[in-house]
C-alpha cells in the first residue's frame, strides 16, 4: 500500500471510527466499529503490527487505571455519596438558584477532579436534574454546568481524565508537581466558566419554579468513602514519588470499596466489571492503534510544523488553541494521542497546554469530548432537553477565554514551579 493510499485509509477510518462514536446508532458500544477496523489496518498494512504493539503496551496501563477509577466512581455512588452531595448542595442553595447554582460548581468541579469527568457526566448529572426540580428552580444552568465542568474541571488530578493520564504518562512530572503546575490553570477555567454562566443563564438564574417535590431528609453523608477516596488520592502522591504506579493505589482504594459493598450486598462483582466498562477500554486501546496509522501516514508532518514550539505564553496558547482545535474535528481523545509524540521533546509545559486544550475546548461542540456526548444522552434520558444552539453559543462564550486564562495561569506556574 502506497504512503498516499495509507494515509487516506487511516484518515478515513479514523474519521468512521468518531463519527459511529457520536451517533451510537441502537446504543451500541464504540468499540464494536473501532476494533474491527484496527485490525482491518493491521491487515492491509496501513498499520505496522510493531507500532501497534507498542502503542497498545504504552496504553495498557493507562486503560488500567482508567478502568479502575470508573469502578471507584461507581461504588462512591453505591455508597451514596452523589445522593448525599445532592441534598448538601441542595440546602446551602435553598432559596437562590445563584446559591445552588455555585453549590453544583463547587461539586461538579470535585467530583470531576477526584472521580474523573465520566462520574461528572454520568452519576451527577441525575443527581442535579434531581435537586433542581425538589428546589423549583430552572435546571438549564446547573445541567450545563454538568457538561461543562466534567471537561474544565478536568485540569486538576493526573485522573482527572483520560488524557490527563495518557499525558502524566510521558510528561515527567511527579503526581504532585502535576497538581502544583494544574491547580491554577484550574481555578482560573472554572472562574471564568463561573463568570459566564452567570451572565449567559441571568434570566433561568432569576426565576423560581413551583417545585415537582417536597424537600426531602438528606441522606447522610457516606464518611467511610469519603476516607477511602481520600486515602487513595494520598496513595497517589506517594506512589507517584516512589516511582510506583499509581493504579496500585487505586486497585487498594477499589479493594476496600468493593469488599464492605460486596458484604453488604450493594453491588455484584458483575455489576463492579460493568463499571469498568471493559468495551470502552477496548475503544480506548484500538483508537490508539488507528490514531499510529494517521501519525505514522503523514499527520505527524502536519501537525508537527503547525505546533509552535517552546514555552513562551505565546507559544503555550498557540499550542492550547491547536490542541482545542483538533478535539473539536476529531474528539480529545485522538487529538490528545496525536500531539503526544510532537509535544513530549518540548518538555511538561507544551504537554499540559496540550491539556488545556484538549480539557476546555471540548466545550465547545457535542463532538469534542466522550463526555459530552454521555451527558447528552443523560439528559434525555431524564427527559431533559439540549439545544445545540445554546451549548455552541455557551461555548462561544465560555472556551476562549477560558482558554486564555488557564494558559497564562500555566505560563505564570511554570515560572514559580519550574518546568
Not at 498516499?4 to 466499529?33: D, K, N, Q, S
Request: glycine fraction near 10%; charge should be positive; charged fraction near 10%.
Amino acid at each position: 500500500m502506497t504512503g498516499v493510499v495509507a494515509a487516506l485509509v487511516c484518515v478515513a477510518a479514523l474519521l468512521a471510527v468518531i463519527a459511529f462514536a457520536v451517533v451510537r446508532p441502537r446504543g451500541w458500544p464504540e468499540a464494536v466499529v473501532a476494533v474491527p477496523v484496527a485490525l482491518l489496518l493491521l491487515a492491509v498494512g496501513a498499520v505496522s503490527p510493531s507500532g501497534a504493539w507498542a502503542e497498545t503496551v504504552r496504553l495498557a496501563p493507562v486503560v488500567v487505571f482508567l478502568g479502575l477509577i470508573l469502578m471507584m466512581a461507581q461504588l462512591c455512588a453505591d455508597e451514596g455519596l452523589f445522593a448525599a452531595v445532592g441534598g448538601l448542595v441542595a440546602r446551602r442553595g435553598d432559596g437562590s438558584p445563584g446559591r445552588l447554582l455555585g453549590g453544583v460548581f463547587t461539586v461538579a468541579s470535585g467530583t470531576t477532579a477526584v472521580l474523573s469527568l465520566d462520574a461528572t457526566a454520568v452519576l451527577l448529572t441525575p443527581v442535579v436534574f434531581a435537586t433542581t426540580a425538589r428546589r423549583g428552580v430552572r435546571p438549564a444552568p446547573h445541567v450545563y454546568a454538568c457538561a461543562h465542568l466534567s471537561n474544565t474541571a478536568s485540569l486538576l488530578l493526573p485522573v482527572s481524565n483520560l488524557t490527563n493520564l495518557l499525558a502524566f504518562a510521558v510528561c515527567g512530572v511527579t503526581f504532585g508537581q502535576f497538581v502544583g503546575l494544574m491547580a491554577l490553570p484550574w481555578l482560573a477555567a472554572i472562574a471564568v466558566e463561573y463568570a459566564a454562566f452567570r451572565g449567559f443563564f441571568r434570566a433561568d438564574l432569576a426565576v423560581r419554579v413551583p417545585p415537582t417535590a417536597p424537600p426531602r431528609q438528606s441522606a447522610p453523608m457516606p464518611v467511610f468513602a469519603l476516607v477511602v477516596v481520600g486515602a487513595t488520592l494520598a496513595g497517589f502522591v506517594v506512589a507517584s514519588a516512589a516511582s510506583v504506579n499509581p493504579a496500585w493505589a487505586a486497585l487498594l482504594g477499589v479493594l476496600v470499596l468493593a469488599a464492605r459493598a460486596l458484604g453488604r450486598g450493594r453491588t455484584t462483582v458483575r455489576r463492579l466489571v460493568r463499571a469498568a466498562n471493559p468495551l470502552f477500554l477496548a475503544f480506548v486501546l484500538a483508537l490508539g492503534v488507528i490514531v499510529v496509522g494517521v501519525l505514522d501516514n503523514g499527520l505527524s508532518d502536519v501537525l508537527g510544523a503547525v505546533v509552535p514550539a517552546g514555552s513562551s505564553w505565546p507559544a503555550l496558547l498557540g499550542i492550547a488553541v491547536v490542541a482545542a482545535l483538533l478535539a473539536n474535528l476529531l474528539n480529545n481523545l485522538p487529538a490528545v494521542l496525536a500531539l503526544l509524540p510532537i509535544v513530549t521533546p518540548l518538555g511538561a509545559g507544551p504537554v499540559l497546554a496540550v491539556l488545556i486544550g484538549v480539557n476546555i475546548g471540548p466545550n465547545l461542540t457535542y463532538v469534542g469530548s466522550l463526555a459530552t456526548l454521555l451527558w447528552r444522552q443523560v439528559v434525555r434520558n431524564h427527559g431533559g432537553e439540549v439545544r445545540l444552539a445554546t451549548f455552541t453559543r455557551l461555548g462561544v462564550v465560555t472556551v476562549p477565554a477560558a482558554l486564555v486564562a488557564a494558559t497564562t495561569a500555566l505560563w505564570a506556574m511554570l515560572h514559580v514551579v519550574g518546568g
